[in-house]
């Protein structure tokens, strides 16, 4: 993926989605209740989120939208995922998304 910079704010850091980082991503994905409003779909597998995290950062690559998507952390943990996509048919208008593990929510 284009890598940039990582995003770093007083209490977040914003790190570009890596290949390696389907495990994290499979703990979200994989929790039906937390995805349930999300355009996420379920990942049964370990297998499935790998597959997926590849087809993300594909995407990204080939349409060159540098803006994410990101892992969320907080004081070092993993705390989501977030980014933004092109979802409708105006052009140049994004949609801003996130999931926050369920263990982070307050």
Same mark, same amino acid.
């Given at each position: 993926?284009?890598?940039?910079?990582?995003?770093?704010?007083?209490?977040?850091?914003?790190?570009?989605?890596?290949?390696?980082?389907?495990?994290?991503?499979?703990?979200?994905?994989?929790?039906?209740?937390?995805?349930?409003?999300? %355009?996420?779909?379920?990942?049964?597998?370990? =297998?499935?989120? +790998? &597959?997926?995290?590849?087809?993300? @950062?594909?995407?990204?690559?080939?349409?060159?939208?540098?803006?994410?998507?990101?892992?969320?952390?907080?004081?070092?943990?993993?705390?989501? %995922?977030?980014?933004?996509?092109?979802?409708? =048919?105006?052009? +140049? &208008?994004?949609?801003?998304?996130? @999931?926050?593990?369920?263990?982070?929510?307050?």
């Amino acid at each position: 993926m284009n890598s940039i910079a990582d995003i770093k704010t007083e209490r977040l850091v914003l790190k570009s989605i890596q290949a390696g980082d389907y495990e994290k991503l499979f703990s979200l994905w994989h929790d039906k209740e937390l995805i349930k409003f999300t %355009y996420h779909q379920y990942m049964a597998t370990l =297998e499935d989120a +790998k &597959e997926k995290v590849l087809r993300i @950062i594909k995407h990204y690559n080939s349409f060159a939208l540098g803006a994410g998507p990101f892992l969320v952390y907080h004081n070092d943990e993993f705390v989501g %995922y977030c980014g933004m996509d092109h979802q409708s =048919e105006i052009p +140049k &208008e994004f949609e801003i998304w996130y @999931i926050i593990a369920r263990e982070q929510q307050g």
